[in-house]
């Protein structure tokens, strides 16, 4: 209620925007993270309905070594699930494209530690605007 107050008020913090699409971005991929390809597909169809794409038609038969890329939460980000060679979802990505370029958050799953744990990192060549954003994510606000 307070944040839709702020956005009425126009006092929001310019990256607030970017920031909540890096947490749609992150939903959509804890829908999924960590099942095997037979419990996630009917998911991934039922959440994002045809705007899920596979890699390609093999990955998409079995889930092993390719990836979903879902559908953006906004034009300057790509979301996408890594499937590993066992066909478990074990890697999501979210990466800045335009001028969030070089920003990279993603979560890993494994067995020993099946929480989703998020890691945000700015990779080079990077924009001032990707390494504000990535402090703004750090920062919590």
């Known amino acids: 209620m307070l944040n839709a107050l702020k956005r ?11 920031a909540r699409a890096v947490d749609q971005g992150r939903a959509g991929i804890e829908t999924v993270l960590g ?12 959440h994002f309905g045809q ?3 596979a890699s390609d038609a093999d990955f998409r038969a079995t889930g ?3 990836h979903w890329e879902l559908p953006a939460p906004a034009p300057e980000f790509e979301v996408r ?7 478990r979802l074990t890697l999501g990505t979210i990466r800045g494209r335009g001028p969030y370029q ?3 958050v993603s979560s890993e799953w494994s067995p020993e530690h099946p929480a989703a744990v998020w890691q945000a990192r700015v990779e080079e060549p990077a ?3 990707a390494r504000a954003l990535h402090d703004y994510l750090l920062s919590g606000q």
């Open 8 to 18: 009425l008020l126009g006092r929001e913090h310019p990256l607030a925007a970017a």
């Open 35 to 46: 099942l095997p390809h037979r419990l996630s597909v009917p998911l991934l169809e039922r």
């Open 51 to 53: 705007d899920v794409i």
């Open 64 to 66: 092993r070594d390719g």
């Open 81 to 87: 699930l890594f499937g590993d060679p066992e066909g």
């Open 102 to 104: 070089g920003l990279v």
């Open 127 to 129: 924009g001032e605007s």
